[in-house]
């Protein structure tokens, strides 16, 4: 037998991932498989954004239709991930039924916990009830404002056809009718007996709608037929039910060849009556709204004139030759909104209201200068630029605020920080040039148009043009004016995507961040190579980790304090949905794997499990030009891991029998949990083996667990049972 001594390190990370390694709202027929359901809502498998004549089978094979016979497959990216309550019809603003009181954030883009994807969390600054009104609509309704431009996905397209419920009952133009949602999942048998799969908010479905009813009711669209098979739309019938209320109704317009957001659902009867009814997007409400948030548009009539920007307190002026334009900016003097307006159910309608205060500004007209004479802090309020301008600080000053939206066609050079923790939104078609000087420790997200990043030096020598760059949605690209802008183990491509240019410039991942097929990198450079070289990912270590608390994605470890027992601590992995509950007996349940009470041992173990994601990953987008309008310059590629040593497979590892020295992996059943314990020798085998997930100068502790399986890997350690 070959003689060992494998490395702690190694040891932990196969027996945790072994013992960790999990498996991965509607009411539907029980003869087509669930999948077909929920790829249809997040728009996987044959169910892509522009597929057509789908073709639908049976659990035995059998046809049973083609969907969607030349028409697209609509877009559901919109919709907020994991729930589909709510559905984005502007940069910042959503819209859904007011009896959704539970929600204050939203997230977009693919469902999961990818960390490489980098869910951000939107908060609800203001809910926008309907309210009652004399005369008007039903109240159920809302248009929620957002703190953030939305990067990720694109709004929908919004029906202007107004609420006349005859103009969508036309089915020689609306011909399609479609939705998405998370309520209670039920199937349905050909003798109409429901069997419950899963409660409201756990995961996204989707397919066409019931037939819907002719009436004379403006306001409102109703959807009434048999669930199981008589839809005209196709197949794959999805009647809505409790906890999809807010999703999105989608119709097809055979005359602008699209499809439209009409309304959102409202409320049906139980499920065995086959109703639905869905308020119909109201865009004037809408349209009042925004309205409320801008504070007005600064017209340049000078070329190149330039304009002075001061905070006074919660408001601001910007203007030139003494004529001023105020801007309300956050009013960070609020500490809590329990001064706000009651909404709908006696719900608090501003959500948060230091950051709804700021108010939105608009620049056209001749190219100028604006000079930020103070920190500006615009909470909520965005800056959207329909003219060329160049933005800079008098001395260091900073700006922090909803977004930038650049329009078509148009540059703003920007010189402004802004301050670490924050996220600076990029939209607009437009081209935002990052050309001011030292180190920003501030993100950016870009989501649209192009982002030239072109920092300059400091007087210390430094600079990074952004902490953290992410490339979202696949409408956007990054130009790298040089190697230095940013630590290119900080870029990420998020949701669909985008183009990271490099430029003519060599960079150096360790491993690339990539949460689907969307994103490019290329070189567009003209007369220069660029070399991309990936070097392999180093070993993660626990600075290296995100904590969490509940109802927060996308952390890599979670702390809980347990009420239930004498306010012990906990640590969990999330594994599928972060508002339900964390277990409160030591054990793991389908959304949250318990780790340990014991803080080092958790955190040991993500290490372990982290160590082995990142030893096997994969770059799922394009290297090299892919669009025939660009150059495709010259870029060479290098896969350069670092040298580690070599584990060796299961059937190399050895087991301790006793309290003998010279095996690998130890296992001691702990004699009150009756829980299995493994552990590492370190030094003396006759000293006593600690207990509760501890370590000691002799045994080095690798996880709890119960049984263990073996997987081969050429480079890995793991152990079998």
């Known amino acids: 037998m070959i003689n060992k001594n494998f490395p702690l390190s190694y040891l932990a990370s196969f027996v945790a991932f072994a013992v960790s390694l999990s498996a991965t709202a509607s009411v539907f027929r029980d003869d087509i498989d669930l999948q077909y359901y929920r790829d249809f809502a997040e728009n996987k498998g044959k169910f892509t954004v522009g597929a057509s004549n789908i073709e639908i089978k049976d659990k ?12 697209p497959m609509p877009d559901f990216s ?26 204050n954030t939203v997230e ?10 980098h869910h951000y969390t939107y908060k609800v600054v203001d809910r926008n009830d309907y ?13 929620p404002r957002l703190n953030k431009l939305v990067t990720e ?31 209670r999942q039920i199937v349905k048998n050909t003798e109409h007996k429901d069997n419950q799969i899963s409660t409201s908010y756990q995961y996204l479905t989707g397919g066409v709608h019931l037939p819907i009813a002719v009436h004379n009711s403006d306001y409102w669209l109703d959807f009434r037929g048999n669930a199981l098979n008589n839809s005209p739309y196709g197949a794959l019938t999805a009647f809505g039910t409790r906890g999809d209320s807010g999703s999105g109704v989608y119709g097809y317009d055979q005359k602008t060849k699209r499809w439209l957001l009409l309304a959102t659902y409202t409320f049906g009867t139980p499920a065995n009556n086959y109703y639905n009814r869905a308020g119909i997007i109201r865009q004037d409400y809408h349209d009042k709204q925004f309205a409320e948030d801008i504070a007005g548009t600064l017209t340049n009539a000078q070329q190149n004139a330039v304009f002075e920007w001061s905070a006074q307190g919660k408001d601001s002026s910007i203007g030139n030759k003494g004529k001023n334009l105020t801007v309300s900016l956050a009013d960070r003097s609020i500490k809590d909104n329990s001064a706000s307006p ?9 959500q ?9 500004l608009n620049i056209e007209g001749q190219d100028s200068t604006i000079v930020l004479k103070t920190d500006i802090d615009q909470g909520a309020g965005a800056l959207n630029f329909n003219a060329n301008a160049t933005v800079r600080p008098e001395n260091d000053q900073s700006w922090v605020g909803a977004g930038i939206v650049v329009a078509k066609g148009k540059q703003v050079n920007w010189q402004v920080k802004n301050p670490q923790g924050d996220r600076l939104s990029k939209l607009g078609k437009g081209t935002l040039h990052i050309n001011g000087k030292g180190e920003n420790l501030g993100d950016i997200s870009v989501g649209q148009g192009t982002v030239i990043l072109n920092q300059q030096a400091g007087e210390n020598g430094k600079k990074s043009a952004f902490n953290q760059v992410g490339i979202v949605s696949g409408r956007s690209t990054v130009v790298l004016n040089s190697a230095d802008q940013v630590d290119p183990n900080k870029i990420y491509f998020g949701f669909r995507g985008g183009r990271l240019d490099l430029n003519g410039n060599n960079i150096a991942f360790n491993r690339i961040q990539n949460s689907d097929d969307g994103a490019r990198i290329v070189n567009n450079h003209l007369q220069k190579a660029a070399t991309l070289t990936i070097n392999g990912p180093k070993p993660p270590e626990a600075t290296d980790l995100k904590w969490g608390t509940w109802k927060e994605n996308s952390a890599d470890i979670y702390e809980y304090i347990n009420p239930h027992a004498n306010n012990r601590t906990d640590y969990f992995t999330l594994k599928g949905n972060p508002n339900q509950y964390m277990p409160t007996n030591g054990a793991s349940n389908a959304h949250w794997t318990f780790l340990s009470s014991n803080k080092d041992a958790a955190v040991k173990q993500v290490l372990a499990q982290k160590g082995l994601e990142h030893r096997y990953n994969s770059f799922n987008g394009f290297i090299g030009e892919t669009d025939n309008t660009q150059h495709n310059g010259r870029l060479n590629v290098v896969y350069d891991p670092k040298a580690s040593t070599p584990p060796a497979t299961a059937s190399e590892v050895t087991w301790g029998k006793g309290l003998v020295a010279g095996a690998d992996i130890y296992l001691f059943t702990n004699p009150k949990t009756k829980i299995r314990e493994y552990f590492a020798l370190k030094g003396d085998p006759k000293q006593p083996v600690p207990r509760g997930g501890l370590s000691s100068e002799h045994w080095e502790f690798l996880v709890w667990g119960t049984d263990l399986f073996c997987i081969e890997r050429k480079k890995k350690i793991w152990a079998e049972k």
């Open 60 to 71: 035995s094979g059998n046809t049973l239709d083609a969907l969607f016979p030349n028409v």
């Open 153 to 183: 996905v694109a709004p929908a397209t919004v029906t202007d056809l107004g609420n006349n419920a005859s103009a969508y009952q036309d089915s020689s133009r609306f011909t399609h009718f479609a939705r998405l949602g998370s309520g």
């Open 352 to 360: 948060l209201p230091q950051d709804n205060t700021g108010k939105t």
């Open 108 to 117: 977009f883009g693919a469902p999961g916990t990818n960390a490489d994807a």
């Open 131 to 143: 309210g009652i009104v004399e005369g008007g609509q039903h109240q159920d309704y809302q248009v």
């Open 78 to 103: 919109a919709a907020n991930r994991n729930l589909g309550i709510a559905t984005l019809v502007a940069p910042q603003y959503l819209v859904s039924v007011a009896h959704n009181t539970q929600y």
């Open 342 to 350: 009651l909404g709908y159910g006696g719900t608090p309608q501003l």
